[in-house]
Every structure is written in structure tokens, then in C-alpha cells.
């Protein structure tokens, strides 16, 4: 799966997806994309077909809702880095279940909220 993890996320949350060789996975910090707006940060995932990873749930739940495709987005409880890694994996395995053969299809116009305990809720959006 193909993911932009927001800079509001620890950039090691991206290294430790690409360290399984089972998903592509970017932080701004590691593109020069630092201090980007939302609005562009975005664009940018949709047009590289990127599944946000964020914390800024009011924001980027406003883009989503004015666009008629993106690829989904997800959101993480505000938590330690190893908290972050541990639900987004535990997200991972949900969208897994949903559709074995290509998880990221289930997120596809929706979000996807993890709370501080693991439940997972997915929301279509817009």
C-alpha cells in the first residue's frame, strides 16, 4: 500500500512500513515537503494515489469532502511513536480483511479513524 504519512506523524512511522518491503510509504521530511499547506500536501497524495496517514483529522476530512476521488485517509489518535506504528498496522490488517487482494481499494473516498484503544471505524467521505 501506498502511503503519506502527514508531518504531524513521526517520519519513523515511514521507515518502519518500508522496512518490510510491503508498502512505499513517504514523510514530507524526507522530500523537502516540510511546512507545505494541506491543501498541497493533499493534491500531492492524491496525484501519487497515497493514502494519508494524519492526526489533523478536521482538515484533511474538509479536502476529502471536496473532492469526488481520493485515495482515503486515515486517522491516528494523537500518541507515542510506537502507539502510531501499532494502530496504523492494526488499520493495515482491518483494510486487509476487507479486501485481500488490494486493501487499498476498501479505503477509496473514505476515512478510516483509529481511536486511542484500536477500534476502527471507516466513514465514506464525501
Not at 494519508?52 to 485517509?73: M, Q, W, Y
Request: some cysteine.
Amino acid at each position: 500500500m501506498r502511503f503519506f504519512i502527514d508531518e504531524c506523524i513521526s517520519p519513523a512511522l515511514a521507515r518502519a512500513l518500508n522496512s518490510s518491503g510491503e508498502h512505499d510509504a513517504i514523510h514530507p521530511r524526507d522530500r523537502g515537503r516540510l511546512r507545505e499547506s494541506d491543501h498541497a500536501v493533499f493534491k500531492f497524495a492524491i496525484d501519487e494515489d497515497r493514502i494519508i496517514v494524519t492526526e489533523n483529522a478536521d482538515d484533511f476530512r474538509k479536502l476529502a469532502a471536496r473532492v469526488e476521488l481520493h485515495p482515503g485517509v486515515v486517522i491516528l489518535p494523537s500518541v507515542k511513536r510506537d502507539d502510531a506504528e501499532r494502530l496504523l498496522r492494526r488499520a493495515i490488517a482491518h483494510l486487509i480483511k476487507l479486501n485481500p487482494l488490494r486493501p487499498q481499494d476498501a479505503l477509496v473516498n473514505h476515512v478510516l479513524i483509529v481511536s486511542v484503544t484500536g477500534a476502527i471505524s471507516i466513514e465514506p467521505l464525501p
